[in-house]
């Protein structure tokens, strides 16, 4: 039997929550109760994900920020905190898989643009709410991961290396939190043909993916 589960009362920060995965979590958080602050570079899909959570009469505000900018994730939690209240919860769902092709042939900005967008994005968030989650010893932060961080994934190294050093950093915080009450998650959805994955997995990428 499915137990709905009830966040009235909490707050949750939501990245690249402007379409696909992070736009059905948002949503999903929001029907649940929480209120939603959704973070990603386009102004104009946070303002759609706002609409259709507010739509069903749940609350949320859009945020447009580059997770790799420090100084915009920090204003973001700032503003989430003014708005809404202290965040309870932390979803670092921003992601991007990157160029797909031979590692000689990818343009090297482009490669550690990936790494940097996977890696350091969790790792600004997660820095940005811990002050408050630790002060009031509760939290949680989940880490969307992927199938690309358990094994070789040629053609993609940049996503694949990011994914897996992020799914280790959701490890070693998890390790170094728990004292505090803070609960760490790095979950892996699967393959989501969403608007920004369908290029990776048209039949040109597919044939370089792992079995």
């Avoid at 949320?60 to 994730?73: C, F």
């Avoid at 990818?106 to 990936?114: I, K």
């Avoid at 990011?162 to 979950?187: D, H, P």
């Amino acid at each position: 039997m499915r137990t709905e589960i009830d966040l009235g009362g909490q707050v949750a920060i939501v990245t690249g929550g402007g379409r696909g995965i992070g736009r059905a979590l948002a949503h999903r958080l929001a029907r649940a109760g929480a209120a939603v602050a959704v973070v990603a570079r386009s102004g104009d899909q946070l303002a759609e994900t706002v609409a259709l959570i507010e739509g069903q009469a749940g609350r949320a505000i859009a945020l447009p920020a580059d997770v790799t900018d420090r100084r915009a994730v920090e204003r973001a939690v700032a503003e989430t905190e003014r708005q809404l209240g202290p965040v309870d919860l932390l979803v670092n769902n921003a992601g991007g898989g990157g160029q797909v092709g031979p590692f000689w042939e990818v343009e090297p900005d482009e490669w550690w643009r990936c790494v940097e967008v996977n890696l350091r994005g969790p790792f600004l968030c997660a820095g940005a709410v811990l002050p408050g989650m630790i002060a009031r010893q509760r939290g949680r932060i989940i880490i969307t991961t992927s199938l690309a961080a358990t094994g070789p994934w040629p053609y993609m190294s940049a996503y694949a290396i990011g994914k897996a050093a992020v799914t280790r950093l959701g490890e070693n915080m998890a390790a170094e939190f728990e004292e505090y009450g803070i609960s760490v998650f790095a979950l892996q959805p699967g393959p989501v043909r969403t608007e920004s994955w369908s290029p990776l997995l048209s039949d040109e990428a597919r044939r370089y993916m792992p079995d």
